[in-house]
């Protein structure tokens, strides 16, 4: 080693590193304390970079980074599953065998989310190069599935449900009668993938329930891919707003379950979600402000990387918060429109695979 320079072999593996790792520009690449589990990402770490150690006092060593152990940024995989997407809802006619396919990339995008959840649904608040309308369903399948895991739904059952999330826009401008048949014309014989999509179609073109029955004789999977709209919708608008309370965002989401009488689905999301939604922006009581990045078994005190400080000053390195210490508690959510876009690899621990995106 010379000076504060590193090789590869310097670096150890299987052990929680003895000091942070930066770039030759100083920024931050690995905390203290991030334990890398293979060979294989020190290799690409060095492949991308000049690597040195960072001094201690410039980085936070009270919270741990989780180690990544993909080989690739689970948000390239999903953007990749968009382009695969989009035959399917523009020209389903001339995708081959048209229900495995969706199963297929179902399956694939459950893979994706379990790479990173976190990551998965704080990417509702980033710019992709996704196709909006594409992006909008992605976003509703994240939230589905994640609520859909809290819940125990079987992987199969998920698998399912991510198809018929998959397909609701290829009927958007028909009556929900046609959309299923649309369905049955391709192919798909699942009764709950039909009902999802029928449904769901149904309180697009009639917010009064047709059949007078109301929400109650809807399914499970459409009262949860409602839901689902109506949380994401929420989101987008809150990164319009100035700030917002958590509480009121909770408050929206339980509202929204009341009017379906369907309080327990609404308390599921807020144990699956939290209080403060990955991805979001916030000020702590300190007057630092930063990016909700991971959530904790505390619904209300998820991790918080730290942007700027007290005096609203940049920080070349961000800072990790526990936000159950009472003195890094959020205060309130803020809006997203001042601020410039999020960095999901440096704010997730991506960094190494930087040069790859």
Request: charged share 20%; proline share 5%; net charge negative.
């Given at each position: 080693m010379t000076n504060n320079l590193l090789s590869p072999s310097d670096v150890p593996v299987g052990i929680p590193l003895p000091w942070s790792i930066a770039d030759s520009h100083g920024r931050l690449l690995l905390h203290k304390g991030y334990v890398i589990a293979?060979?294989?990402?020190?290799?690409?770490?060095?492949?991308n970079c000049v690597c040195q150690i960072l001094a201690e006092e410039d980085v936070d060593t009270t919270l741990v980074q989780s180690e990544v152990t993909s080989t690739r940024f689970p948000l390239d995989d999903l953007c990749d599953l968009s382009v695969r997407l989009k035959p399917c809802v523009d020209e389903p006619d001339a995708v081959r065998d048209f229900p495995a396919t969706l199963l297929s990339l179902a399956a694939e995008f459950q893979r994706i989310v379990a790479m990173d959840t976190d990551l998965t649904m704080g990417s509702i608040f980033l710019d992709l190069s996704i196709e909006p309308r594409l992006k909008k369903i992605l976003d509703v399948a994240i939230v589905c599935d994640v609520v859909?895991?809290?819940?125990?739904?079987?992987?199969?059952?998920?698998?399912?449900?991510?198809?018929?999330?998959?397909?609701?826009?290829?009927?958007?401008?028909?009556?929900?009668?046609?959309?299923?048949?649309?369905?049955?014309?391709?192919?798909?014989?699942?009764?709950?993938?039909?009902?999802?999509?029928?449904?769901?179609?149904?309180?697009?073109?009639?917010?009064?329930?047709?059949?007078?029955?109301?929400?109650?004789?809807?399914?499970l999977e459409t009262r949860l891919i409602q839901l689902a709209y109506s949380y994401t919708d929420s989101l987008c608008n809150m990164q319009n707003n100035e700030s917002m309370a958590s509480y009121q965002?909770?408050?929206?989401?339980?509202?929204?379950?009341?009017?379906?009488?369907?309080?327990?689905?609404?308390?599921?999301?807020?144990?699956?979600?939290?209080?403060?939604p990955i991805g979001c922006r916030v000020e702590l009581c300190n007057g630092e402000a930063g990016v909700?990045?991971?959530?904790?078994?505390?619904?209300?005190?998820?991790?918080?990387?730290?942007?700027?400080?007290?005096?609203?000053?940049?920080?070349?390195?961000?800072?990790?918060?526990?936000?159950g210490v009472v003195s890094y508690r959020i205060a309130t959510l803020l809006s997203h429109r001042q601020y410039e876009p999020l960095d999901p690899y440096q704010l997730w621990g991506y960094l190494p695979f930087q040069a790859h995106g």
């Amino acid at each position: 080693m010379t000076n504060n320079l590193l090789s590869p072999s310097d670096v150890p593996v299987g052990i929680p590193l003895p000091w942070s790792i930066a770039d030759s520009h100083g920024r931050l690449l690995l905390h203290k304390g991030y334990v890398i589990a293979r060979q294989i990402t020190v290799n690409s770490l060095f492949a991308n970079c000049v690597c040195q150690i960072l001094a201690e006092e410039d980085v936070d060593t009270t919270l741990v980074q989780s180690e990544v152990t993909s080989t690739r940024f689970p948000l390239d995989d999903l953007c990749d599953l968009s382009v695969r997407l989009k035959p399917c809802v523009d020209e389903p006619d001339a995708v081959r065998d048209f229900p495995a396919t969706l199963l297929s990339l179902a399956a694939e995008f459950q893979r994706i989310v379990a790479m990173d959840t976190d990551l998965t649904m704080g990417s509702i608040f980033l710019d992709l190069s996704i196709e909006p309308r594409l992006k909008k369903i992605l976003d509703v399948a994240i939230v589905c599935d994640v609520v859909a895991s809290v819940m125990r739904m079987t992987a199969a059952a998920r698998r399912t449900l991510t198809a018929a999330i998959l397909t609701l826009d290829m009927g958007i401008d028909l009556p929900e009668v046609f959309a299923a048949q649309r369905l049955r014309q391709l192919g798909v014989t699942d009764s709950d993938w039909l009902n999802a999509v029928m449904q769901f179609h149904e309180l697009r073109h009639d917010s009064q329930h047709p059949s007078g029955l109301g929400m109650d004789h809807l399914g499970l999977e459409t009262r949860l891919i409602q839901l689902a709209y109506s949380y994401t919708d929420s989101l987008c608008n809150m990164q319009n707003n100035e700030s917002m309370a958590s509480y009121q965002l909770m408050r929206d989401i339980f509202r929204e379950s009341g009017r379906s009488r369907d309080p327990v689905l609404g308390g599921y999301f807020i144990k699956a979600l939290g209080s403060y939604p990955i991805g979001c922006r916030v000020e702590l009581c300190n007057g630092e402000a930063g990016v909700v990045i991971r959530r904790t078994d505390n619904l209300n005190c998820p991790v918080v990387m730290v942007l700027t400080n007290a005096g609203k000053r940049k920080l070349r390195i961000p800072v990790k918060r526990d936000t159950g210490v009472v003195s890094y508690r959020i205060a309130t959510l803020l809006s997203h429109r001042q601020y410039e876009p999020l960095d999901p690899y440096q704010l997730w621990g991506y960094l190494p695979f930087q040069a790859h995106g």
